[in-house]
């Protein structure tokens, strides 16, 4: 303990909680396998089907190899209700953490020419049944852009506040991704739309950084589109050449931007960008002050192209999958512990109200 | 999976927080800390106090010392609401599960003379608030005679079965403390009581094996008083001869009989017994089918001799205190997993109902 530091009093299943998704140091390495459609989608490609012909079996299988041969690496796996979390309970171990997802996948086309987007929660599901489950978190995950209508965005802050406070009642950590997305136009990689990134997830993490939102970890988009950023724009990542949009230190300028907006620790996700992308993305956000990552697609996708050859897809999860995840977790060794975010340097975290007749205030009968 | 072995479906919330509490291969080393009034008597003896003039803060600053040192050796730790669980929190590593006691210390006298024990939860305190609360059990202790009358014998088994049923609702693993007593003479210490161990063990074993109880871990009694067995009767473990009752051969048979009338996994208590006295019980109870142990008193105890010295209480739970916590954990190494008591050997876990639709099931909304 640091003299003169802070001692943060949390509540216990928020403690308790949040102790099981990190490493002993508090830094996240979070793996995610509760995508849906983008997984749907990836296994109908890979076998030449549409969509609609991918049965539930074949997602709750791809899933279950997915989350039996990577979380062993993982401090912690998120998972959707449908296909994932009640085959991955008897897999995951011991000590790696367990958060379920809470919304619908996709997003409801709202607003003019229905270009805003609007989450709803999975039907017959709830926080309430995240923790009866036994899960260590609750995750939602919402479009954001600060430019929508005030409708849209009050119809978003309204159930991120909803489930803040369901959380809260239910003593369970509440994880908020936010993802931003153009207004203007349909596709995400615009010159456009990279110019808005930094402004928009800053907006996005002040935003659900407020006390209202409760929320205990925010997990962020990379606050810029790399593949606008010299020297990345010549194609680096993917071989196509792309205007340069910011600098490198506009980049980490974008970066610091969001860390000092996010109240709570924050964790980078990945949203479908290629292992090397989101690597140099995740070693610049540590350095600006994230906590960890919470990432799939970066991690996994490549094993999908192999579907379905599992013995294939096994293989390669074994190898270069299990070194993705690998290497993701050595980029964040010097991410910033999440009790340091919440607490400061050397904080001493404690129970509210620790002490003699605490568990009658807890019990709610005075 | 061993060809033809069973597949057996829990619920996710008594699964995941059953594989917390136990380690890898399935087999319970866990570290009790939930004594209130033993453990006051203790500090009071050992500064020449009477048990009331122990404050709060002492009870619980002695329980944060032993929950320190101890719980990272442990694969799980049982704590008190009261003085415990609150300061026990921040402690507890991210891989060490947590229990937390449900009882109000002591007992209630009741019956003819006061002669019967009666259990009473801690006012304030529920099933719902451990669950809440993050901890991945409740635990229940209760006073059991087969020859109690049957009013008291039906209000310990009511008190049990709405512990269990508030557990099921929970979706949290109950584990029951059985602690038979003798209704004749007020010292358990007698040849008299001593002859009945057994018997009334097996009883208690077999009582709450019953559905209706949803227990899912019996913590029992070594069944049998081995200072009344050859060759331990004279005198080994504490000095003093006492009459021979039973062979090491009855007691290795009383041992089976407890394991076969348990349906649930079991795991053995210390009961304030010596560290020697209870590793002969554990390889014996182990040997017959236990999963191994949740024990506090036969590990730490004498570092309560050393209050209120805390340096010096420190320095003996660092080396002889973890020796002992080691030393019951290797003893406990050929325990019988738990899930394979649960389904059978190479039993393989899975979650009732998995499969498509599950979390609207599960959600109570079909």
């Given at each position: 303990?640091?003299?003169?530091?802070?001692?943060?009093a949390?509540?216990p299943?928020?403690?308790?909680?949040?102790?099981?998704?990190?490493?002993?140091?508090?830094?996240?390495?979070?793996?995610?396998?509760?995508?849906?459609?983008?997984?749907?989608?990836?296994?109908?490609?890979?076998?030449?089907?549409?969509?609609?012909?991918?049965?539930?079996?074949?997602?709750?299988?791809?899933?279950?190899?997915?989350?039996?041969?990577?979380?062993?690496?993982?401090?912690?796996?998120?998972?959707?209700?449908?296909?994932?979390?009640?085959?991955?309970?008897?897999?995951?171990?011991?000590?790696v953490?367990?958060?379920?997802?809470?919304?619908?996948?996709?997003?409801?086309?709202?607003?003019?020419?229905?270009?805003?987007?609007?989450?709803?929660?999975?039907?017959?599901?709830?926080?309430?049944?995240?923790?009866?489950?036994?899960?260590n978190?609750?995750?939602?995950?919402?479009?954001?852009?600060?430019?929508?209508?005030?409708?849209?965005?009050?119809?978003?802050?309204?159930?991120?506040?909803?489930?803040?406070?369901?959380?809260?009642?239910?003593?369970?950590?509440?994880?908020l991704?936010?993802?931003?997305?153009?207004?203007?136009?349909?596709?995400?990689?615009?010159?456009?739309?990279?110019?808005?990134?930094?402004?928009?997830?800053?907006?996005?993490?002040?935003?659900?950084?407020?006390?209202?939102?409760?929320?205990?970890v925010?997990?962020?988009?990379?606050?810029?589109?790399?593949?606008?950023?010299?020297?990345?724009?010549?194609?680096?990542?993917?071989?196509?050449?792309?205007?340069?949009?910011?600098?490198?230190?506009?980049?980490?300028?974008?970066?610091?931007?969001?860390?000092?907006?996010?109240?709570?620790?924050?964790?980078?996700l990945?949203?479908?960008?290629?292992?090397?992308?989101?690597?140099?993305?995740?070693?610049l956000?540590?350095?600006?002050?994230a906590?960890?990552?919470?990432?799939?697609?970066?991690?996994?996708?490549?094993?999908?192209?192999?579907?379905?050859?599992?013995?294939?897809?096994?293989?390669?999860?074994?190898?270069?999958?299990?070194?993705?995840?690998?290497?993701?977790?050595?980029?964040?060794?010097?991410?910033?512990?999440?009790?340091?975010?919440?607490?400061?340097?050397?904080?001493?975290?404690?129970?509210?109200?620790?002490?003699?007749?605490?568990?009658?205030?807890?019990?709610?009968?005075?």
């Amino acid at each position: 303990m640091t003299p003169g530091a802070a001692t943060v009093a949390l509540s216990p299943g928020k403690l308790l909680n949040l102790v099981r998704l990190a490493d002993r140091d508090g830094r996240f390495r979070m793996l995610a396998v509760d995508q849906r459609d983008s997984l749907r989608a990836a296994l109908a490609r890979a076998t030449g089907r549409s969509p609609g012909q991918v049965s539930y079996e074949e997602l709750a299988r791809v899933k279950t190899l997915l989350t039996e041969i990577l979380a062993p690496h993982a401090t912690a796996v998120l998972v959707d209700p449908v296909y994932g979390f009640p085959h991955a309970v008897p897999l995951v171990p011991r000590d790696v953490g367990l958060l379920t997802a809470l919304e619908e996948t996709g997003y409801e086309p709202a607003g003019e020419g229905g270009r805003e987007r609007r989450a709803r929660l999975v039907e017959g599901w709830s926080v309430d049944q995240v923790k009866r489950s036994g899960a260590n978190a609750a995750k939602l995950l919402l479009h954001y852009n600060p430019e929508a209508s005030a409708a849209t965005r009050a119809h978003q802050q309204g159930l991120a506040q909803a489930v803040g406070e369901a959380c809260a009642r239910a003593d369970l950590p509440f994880l908020l991704e936010v993802v931003t997305y153009p207004l203007g136009a349909p596709a995400a990689d615009t010159p456009e739309f990279a110019r808005d990134r930094p402004r928009y997830t800053a907006a996005a993490a002040e935003e659900f950084s407020q006390e209202r939102y409760r929320v205990d970890v925010l997990k962020l988009e990379f606050p810029a589109d790399l593949r606008y950023c010299p020297p990345f724009h010549h194609g680096v990542f993917d071989g196509r050449e792309r205007p340069a949009v910011y600098t490198l230190t506009e980049v980490r300028a974008a970066c610091r931007a969001v860390s000092e907006a996010a109240r709570p620790p924050w964790v980078l996700l990945s949203g479908g960008v290629g292992i090397d992308e989101f690597l140099v993305g995740l070693e610049l956000a540590v350095e600006a002050g994230a906590s960890g990552f919470l990432c799939g697609r970066a991690i996994w996708q490549p094993a999908l192209a192999r579907y379905p050859d599992l013995t294939a897809m096994e293989a390669w999860l074994r190898t270069a999958g299990t070194r993705n995840l690998l290497r993701a977790g050595a980029a964040a060794v010097g991410a910033r512990p999440w009790f340091e975010v919440v607490g400061g340097p050397g904080a001493r975290l404690q129970v509210r109200e620790a002490g003699e007749g605490w568990h009658r205030k807890y019990g709610g009968t005075p």
